[in-house]
């Protein structure tokens, strides 16, 4: 047994190596108490004496050092109101998916959609969330990995949603079923060429399958996600992506070359083009 604020210090000392700030530091070690041992950071400040057996903590530890994210460690997270299981086979959620959500839920405030398809579900984030809010929608999630698919229906349990679940690889897909009132996708956008810009801890444990792209043909996604949009979706429905903030301009002449004049890009809370909406 050991007093919380005897362990915070040996955080702090083994992590300054690895992590330089000391604000996340602080933030992962508080996540953890609370995931392990149920003691927020309130209590921690109430009752820094506290004692509590330190093995699970001192674990995590030994796996932060090694540079894996504090959300697989803790096996789940707190995201969009929602409570999400993660692990390896799925992209931990970052901030912008959650401002893409609540664009759409915006978007759909007086007229709520019918059928909505998400491209790419992964942990199943974006399916939950917009199925959760549009209680009477069809929800309909697609991804090529069946270990993300399992991932996405125990999510989809969790948190008490009914969701169509399908094994498919879009790039390989000619035909799906029509009549979307939206579709949205959180595609692979990082180029190969961007890998040195990352954090270690990212490219080392995320699945890369779900991160990059050539850079030859970075938007080969969007393309054939754009066109079958064209083909699938009602008239007046809308396509929302997430997006590479370096890809904007690309978008923009792509879409300008199919003809595309109703969309719209928009920027997230750290000032970068990060989303994207087309109207049919």
Known sequence: MKKIKEIKEKYFNKLRQSIDNQNEIDAVFHRLLFHFYNISRLDFFLNPEKEIDEKAIVDALDSLKKGIPWQYIAGEIDFCDLRLKVNKNVLIPRPETEELIRWIIDDYRELPPKKILDIGTGSGVIAIALAKHFKQS?????????????????????????????????????????????????????????????????????????????????????????????????AGGKLYFEINEFMKEELTGFLLSKGFKNFEFRKDIFDKWRMLRIAK
């Not at 999630?141 to 349990?157: F, P, R, V, Y």
């Not at 879009?170 to 990352?198: A, C, F, H, W």
């Open 138 to 234: 069809e929800v309909t999630a697609i991804d090529n990995s069946k270990e993300a698919l399992d991932m996405a229906k125990e999510n989809a349990q969790i948190n008490q949603v009914e969701i169509d679940f399908v094994l498919k690889d879009i790039l390989q897909t000619k035909e799906m079923t029509t009549g979307y009132d939206i579709i949205v996708s959180n595609p692979p956008y990082v180029r190969e060429s961007e890998k040195k810009y990352m954090k270690k801890n990212v490219l080392d444990y995320e699945p890369v399958q779900a991160l990059f792209v050539p850079d030859g043909d970075p938007l080969i996604y969007y393309k054939k996600i754009i066109d079958l949009f064209t083909q699938n979706i009602k």
